[in-house]
């Protein structure tokens, strides 16, 4: 298959060297009875989880037109910026999952063999529905009146978790297995928060929307599945379990 991982180099862990490692714990041991005078970090932290203000704001609220118009003035009351916010997460978090599956499709055309049951199609079929998703989302910002191209709190805090999963897919050397697993990670994210959305939406008077949305929901539920059987394949073929 591709590139696997072999085994015999790693001096990674402390049982590599018995000397070095109790030398390790003894320093370690030093260090609590002599705590560092310049700074004391637990306090530090302290003082900026105090001050500490809120990442980004909203942009002023969304005119009252177009479809929503009626349904949100019967929201008196209500933080229609919550409802936004978390739209514009999703949008951010699919457009990632575009990135991941896109990233994917270029590594499965590259790679001598896939797992059985993968193909590059079905990995496309996957990618197109993110982005399908991704697009859903910015056309129901639209309709609600907001602008799908702000940057908002939530959108900024879940491009910054996507980023490390950015980072792992964007590695060379990651064999099928640990790309899909990157995936998976992704997937389960989707799932969680589309079922959040559905329900956020529904207290929000938008039956409408969530309808549209649990339609999104039962793809992320195959993307899970289809994911998890591909995984399962491969670490079975890597394991050489018959
Ligand atoms: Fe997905």
């Known amino acids: 298959m591709e590139n696997e991982i072999s085994t015999g180099t790693n001096r990674t862990g402390m049982k590599t060297s018995p000397v070095h490692s109790r030398e390790l714990l003894e320093v370690r041991e030093l ?78 055309a590259a790679a001598p063999s896939l797992p059985s049951g993968m193909t590059i199609e079905g990995v496309r079929q996957i990618r197109d529905e993110e982005h399908g998703h991704f697009q859903l989302l910015a056309s129901t910002i639209e309709e609600l009146g907001a602008d799908p191209t702000a940057m908002t709190p939530c959108a900024d805090v879940t491009g910054v978790q996507g980023l490390g999963l950015v980072q792992a897919m964007g590695e ?15 997937e389960v994210i989707d799932n ?33 599945a289809t994911v998890r059987q591909w995984l399962a394949a491969a670490l079975r073929e890597e394991a050489e379990i018959g």
Do not use: C
């Open 31 to 108: 260090q609590k009875t002599v705590p560092d005078p310049e700074i004391d970090h637990v306090a530090l932290r302290t003082s900026y989880l105090a001050e500490a203000e809120p990442v980004g704001s909203m942009p002023p609220p969304p005119t009252l037109r177009g479809m929503a118009g009626t349904a949100m003035q019967a929201l008196t009351g209500r933080k229609m910026h919550v409802l936004l916010d978390k739209l514009a997460e999703r949008a951010a978090f699919e457009r990632t999952g575009t990135r991941l599956y896109d990233m994917m499709l270029q590594k499965v």
């Open 172 to 186: 060379p050397r990651l064999t099928i297995a640990q790309a899909l697993s990157t995936l998976l990670a992704a």
């Open 192 to 224: 969680a928060s589309w079922e959040l959305l559905i329900d956020l939406a529904r207290q929000f008077g938008q039956d409408e929307l969530a309808e549209r949305f649990t339609n999104a929901l039962a793809a992320e539920k195959r993307h899970d």
